[in-house]
């Protein structure tokens, strides 16, 4: 239940290749998460296997946005040093004056962060919401235009796959775990900067993606979505192939597609063009040009709770 990479640290050398050696089932959030588990301890590759997260599907449909004029780009995450929220907040002045940033969590930096946007003469169009429940986060998630992703490096990608099934664009830092879970099922296009990108380009690349089209609620029904219950049954297989029994073939789904728009190496030029992102086609018969708000769900098990309460001291 803790994030792979944060035992990827000399001092829990000793404690991780104890508690992975003793395991018999190793289990990932991602491939990214895999491959790291792997390097640190590589005989533990042939009991290691990824389970993605999955997505309330049922949840976001039920959630109501709220009733708020102008652009809402969402932040969700734990309040700290290493979580990107200060880029965030750093590339709102950028922005036209009809964004705001809105931040879910909480953490030991909230004050700091708070006295950075008072700082910027933005406090006014930066919201900190707190640690919400989750029937208020997932309204504010319905509100959003756009999801903000700019961690630069710790998690599982989930907050991007989560974003991309519920049709909200992302933009999201350009690291291993974010690339894979653009891969995912989901029709929500992804924006990728650079992790230790200027606040300009983070900017730049919010207004990009809030440009796109979103997609609808029919199209949200439609995705692969990972559901929950789904993962519980892969769970149970899980189980039931360490005790011997015998299991049934896992059911496959065909992934939708969804838009890649890779902005890093064109930001890091200085955005000298401003070309339209080609869209896909498939990505383009599920979007809904006329539907201004997006809907976007966040739950992570691993890498701390979308509400800004953390599950790992």
Avoid: K
Avoid at 63 to 68: V, Y
Avoid at 229 to 234: G, L, M, N
Wanted: hydrophobic fraction near 45%; proline fraction near 6%; charge should be neutral.
């Amino acid at each position: 239940s803790v994030p792979a990479d944060a035992f990827a640290n000399w001092r829990h050398a000793g404690a991780t290749r104890a508690v992975l050696g003793a395991a018999a089932q190793i289990v990932c959030c991602s491939e990214f998460e895999r491959d790291l588990v792997c390097r640190m301890v590589p005989e533990a590759a042939a009991r290691t296997q990824v389970l993605p997260d999955g997505v309330n599907v049922a949840a976001l449909r039920a959630a109501e946005p709220f009733d708020i004029e102008g652009t809402v780009a969402l932040v969700v995450d734990r309040l700290g040093d290493e979580t990107g929220v200060g880029r965030a907040i750093a590339a709102v002045p950028s922005l036209p004056p009809d964004f705001q940033l809105v931040v879910v969590g909480d953490g030991p930096a909230r004050s700091r962060l708070s006295a950075f946007a008072a700082d910027l003469r933005i406090s006014s169009r930066v919201r900190f919401m707190g640690a919400v429940s989750d029937e208020l986060l997932f309204r504010w998630l319905r509100t959003a235009r756009v999801v903000l992703a700019l961690s630069d490096g710790r998690g599982s990608g989930s907050l991007v796959t989560e974003a991309r099934v519920a049709g909200v664009a992302v933009v999201a830092s350009d690291v291993p775990a974010h690339r894979q879970a653009a891969g995912q099922p989901g029709v929500g296009p992804v924006v990728f900067v650079a992790p230790r990108g200027s606040p300009l380009d983070v900017a730049d690349a919010i207004e990009e993606a809030a440009r796109l089209p979103t997609s609808s609620s029919a199209a949200l029904l439609a995705s692969a979505s990972p559901s929950w219950e789904s993962v519980i049954d892969a769970t149970w297989r899980l189980y039931a192939r360490l005790v011997g029994d015998r299991v049934d073939a896992e059911p496959t789904t065909a992934a939708n597609a969804s838009e890649v728009v890779d902005l890093t190496a064109q930001l890091r030029a200085g955005r000298q063009s401003r070309t339209e992102p080609v869209i896909s086609g498939a990505a383009q018969s599920g979007a809904d040009q006329d539907n201004g708000r997006s809907r976007w769900q966040g739950r992570r098990r691993v890498e701390g709770r979308t509400n800004g309460a953390r599950r790992w001291p």
